[in-house]
Nanobody, 126 residues
Framework: QVQLVESGGGLVQAGDSLRLSCAAS????????MGWFRQAPGKEREFVAA????????RYADPVKGRFTISRDNAKNTVYLQMNSLKPEDTAVYYC???????????????????WGQGTQVTVSS
């Protein structure tokens, strides 16, 4: 059973930066695409970013392009989300997830992922 644990969230001001981490344990990590999603109150969960197992491909949602960077360290079974120039609209619970099966792609739909962390809250004040 794969377990994913996010950390690094917090309360920051607009324009600040945060780095989220997601540590995986209990199963395979290095062969799978990893993704970050977020969910704001009253809204559906939305895709943020994804990275293939080799880090050769990444995908970002339009609202975060140029501000967020996803990366991974397979030796540490950890995926990261560096968030710069944060905006109040980035406020949400952020989740990391692992794809259902090994893939060379970077899927953006939540149904392509079957292991999820518990989430970490990011709050950006204006």
């Amino acid at each position: 059973q794969v377990q994913l644990v996010e950390s690094g969230g917090g309360l920051v001001q607009a324009g600040d930066s945060l780095r989220l981490s997601c540590a995986a344990s209990g199963g395979s990590f290095s062969s799978y695409t990893m993704g970050w999603f977020r969910q704001a109150p009253g809204k559906e969960r939305e895709f943020v970013a994804a990275i293939t197992w080799s880090s050769s491909r990444t995908r970002y949602a339009d609202p975060v392009k140029g501000r967020f960077t996803i990366s991974r360290d397979n030796a540490k079974n950890t995926v990261y989300l560096q968030m710069n120039s944060l905006k109040p609209e980035d406020t949400a619970v952020y989740y990391c997830a692992r794809t259902i099966q090994p893939t060379l792609g970077t899927p953006w739909v939540p149904t392509e992922y079957n292991y999820w962390g518990q989430g970490t809250q990011v709050t950006v004040s204006s």
